[in-house]
């Protein structure tokens, strides 16, 4: 069974920063991709950026590039994202999420290509 948990999540002020930290168990973390979505209120849930799982390949979503960086350390079994120049809009609860099958890049999937955490809130204050 996957389990993913992720941590990190809080109140930050426009401009400012967070990391988000999703730890994984239940198989061999270092063969599978991984990927954060969010999901802002009354809006559907969102691919945020996913990393293959060499971590040579990385796909971010347009409203983040230059601003999220994802990252994986496969003796932790985790992968991280680094929220920098935060923004109001970037407020939603954000998921950890492992894909499926082994040995992906990254690229979005649909929901049902993931195994997926309990989320974390993420609030940015202006």
């Known amino acids: 069974q996957v389990q993913l948990v992720e941590s990190g999540g809080g109140l930050a002020q426009a401009g400012g920063s967070l990391r988000l930290s999703c730890a994984a168990s239940g198989r061999t973390f270092s063969s599978y991709a991984m990927a954060w979505f969010r999901q802002a209120p009354g809006k559907e849930r969102e691919f945020v950026v996913g990393i293959g799982w060499t971590a040579r390949s990385t796909y971010y979503a347009d409203s983040v590039k230059g601003r999220f960086t994802i990252s994986r350390d496969n003796a932790k079994n985790t992968v991280y994202l680094q929220m920098n120049s935060l923004k109001p809009e970037d407020t939603a609860v954000y998921y950890c999420?492992?894909?499926?099958?082994?040995?992906?890049?990254?690229?979005?999937?649909?929901?049902?290509?993931?195994?997926w955490g309990q989320g974390t809130q993420v609030t940015v204050s202006s």
């Open positions: 999420a492992a894909d499926r099958k082994a040995y992906g890049l990254g690229q979005r999937g649909y929901e049902y290509d993931y195994y």
